[in-house]
């Protein structure tokens, strides 16, 4: 049976592809992970300096698509961070 290695548009600007990046969310068109992006958001970096760095590969909208979406993920999948519980 073979897989079927057809890209999920995740949304406008994102995209998984089994082709590109072990099928890892990227920015439609670049091999540029969405998960490297958020990493330099959460370092603190400036949107204008990450797009920068991608060549302009991305933009504005393209992050914050990253973001909403992430945001998103983790709402739907915050029982799973959990360290440890705590009292009310």
């Not at 290695?5 to 089994?18: C, F, N, S």
């Not at 490297?36 to 920068?52: H, N, R, S, Y």
């Not at 909403?68 to 961070?81: Q, T, V």
Request: hydrophobic share 45%; with cysteine; net charge negative.
């Amino acid at each position: 049976m073979r897989k079927n290695t057809q890209a999920k548009l995740l949304g406008r600007y994102i995209v998984a592809d089994q082709k590109v990046c072990h099928g890892k969310p990227t920015f439609r068109g670049t091999r540029i992970m969405v998960w490297q992006v958020l990493e330099m958001l959460a370092d603190g970096m400036a949107w204008e300096t990450i797009i920068e760095q991608c060549h302009d590969s991305i933009t504005k909208d393209a992050i914050a698509e990253a973001v909403k979406l992430s945001g998103e993920a983790f709402l739907k999948h915050a029982d799973e961070f959990v360290l440890e519980p705590t009292a009310a």
